[in-house]
Each structure stands twice: as structure tokens, then as C-alpha cells.
């Protein structure tokens, strides 16, 4: 039915806080991807899943991020010891293929703010 | 290094004018082309991809490889088309591949 869900739709946190970003992609679709759009740009591309094997993660900008799917469904991404750098839209989307260039879906993104 | 282009931040035109948006890109090899449009308070959606050579709502992107350029054209605009538009490489990588999107244009349409 749905789309592609994150939440939550807004996070502020102070700098320093650990946060998670949850997304649930359509059912079925097997690939999802994270970005991250900052204002004014399009999205960068963090990181890429195929069912549950995180096959691309060139894109997260440092250790402090952390992504997974563990069972090939919903996937979290997380950010350790926040920065201002970090605020940012993290955008999530799904594919049904594998090779995930079929259209993608995007969910509607979460917006954090590091305070 | 490999890079996507859109070089008007903003484009403002008439109701009925015809709109053409840039992107020129810098890959290696042959990537498969998109666009993208975002529509105020709504999600990233696709709009079209140059593989099906179709047109969705009137516009149409010619891809000029001798140029490297995926220029989205629409000969009438329409207030409706009021978004922002971005234009995304897809790079294949083995099995798979990403989207590196241009950093986007504005289109304005006025009455």
C-alpha cells in the first residue's frame, strides 16, 4: 500500500547525541539506498543494500556513520556523536531491482538539525 | 573525476514560454540518465529516464553525447510545472550502481 516511510520526520540534536534514522521501504523491493541532501544541493549518495548485504557504503562521510538492514526490510541509519556538519535531509529510497536504477522511491526524509 | 552539472540555480519563465533545463555531466563509459523533479511539499519523484524515450507531462530530454549534456526541454511550460528539477546520472558499479544528482534548478513558472 504506502510508500516509502522514515521517521522520525524531524530530529534536533544537540552536538554530541548518537541519533537513529529509520526507513521502511516498500515491501519487496530489494534494493534501498541513503542520502544525504544539505541545503541548496541535491542528494549524495551514502550508502546502498541489496536485500540485507550492504554492498556500497563509499558515500557515508566518516566513521561516526553507521547504516544496516538486517533483515532485508526496514533499515536504520545512525549517526554517532552528531556534528553541525551533519545537519542535513537524509533521504531514503527503494527499488524493486536489484540493480537498483528501476525507478526508485523516495520517502519523504528526515531533517536533522545539530544544535 | 565525475561530475554532473546544472548550471541555472534558478529558472523563472512565463506561463506558455518554453523551458529548457541544463545538465551536462563527466563520466566515464556510457551512464544511463535521469531526471528528477520535486514538487513543493511532496516527495523526489521520476520524471523520466532516457533509456524509455518517452515524454511525461510535455517534457523530453535529449541526451548529446558528443557533448555529454541531458538537457530537459519543455516547448510550453505550465504553472503546474513549478519544481525542482534534478538531473541524475545512474553509474553502474558490477551488480549494481548509484544516482549522483546535479545539485538541482529551480523552475518558476508565472502566470
Known amino acids: 500500500g504506502a510508500g516509502v516511510s522514515q521517521s522520525p520526520r524531524y530530529k534536533v540534536a544537540k552536538r554530541g547525541q548518537d541519533v537513529a534514522l529509520r526507513c521502511d521501504p516498500i515491501s519487496g523491493h530489494v534494493s534501498l539506498f541513503w542520502y544525504q541532501q544539505a541545503l541548496g544541493q541535491g542528494p549524495e549518495f551514502l550508502t546502498y543494500f541489496q536485500n540485507e548485504a550492504q554492498l556500497d557504503k563509499s558515500g557515508l562521510p566518516s566513521d561516526r556513520f553507521f547504516a544496516e538492514r538486517p533483515e532485508g526490510s526496514v533499515s536504520t541509519l545512525k549517526i554517532q556523536r552528531t556534528q553541525q556538519e551533519d545537519s542535513a535531509v537524509y533521504l531514503c529510497?527503494?527499488?524493486?531491482?536489484?540493480?537498483?536504477?528501476?525507478?526508485?522511491?523516495f520517502g519523504p526524509g528526515t531533517r536533522l538539525t545539530v544544535l | 573525476a565525475q561530475r554532473v552539472t546544472q548550471p541555472e540555480k534558478l529558472l523563472s519563465v512565463f506561463k506558455g514560454a518554453p523551458v529548457e533545463l541544463k545538465c551536462n555531466y563527466s563520466?566515464?563509459?556510457?551512464?544511463?540518465l535521469f531526471w528528477y523533479v520535486q514538487y513543493s511539499r511532496q516527495r523526489l519523484q521520476l520524471l523520466l529516464r532516457h533509456i524509455s524515450r518517452e515524454s511525461i507531462k510535455g517534457f523530453t530530454a535529449d541526451l548529446n553525447k558528443g557533448e555529454t549534456s541531458f538537457h530537459l526541454k519543455k516547448p510550453f511550460a505550465q504553472e503546474e510545472d513549478s519544481a525542482m528539477y534534478y538531473c541524475?546520472?545512474?553509474?553502474?558499479?558490477?551488480?549494481?550502481?548509484?544516482?549522483?544528482f546535479g545539485a538541482g534548478t529551480q523552475v518558476v513558472v508565472t502566470p
Open positions: 541524475a546520472p545512474w553509474k553502474r558499479s558490477d551488480s549494481w550502481g548509484k544516482f549522483q
Open positions: 529510497a527503494s527499488s524493486r531491482s536489484a540493480q537498483g536504477y528501476n525507478e526508485q522511491f
Open positions: 563520466y566515464s563509459g556510457s551512464p544511463e
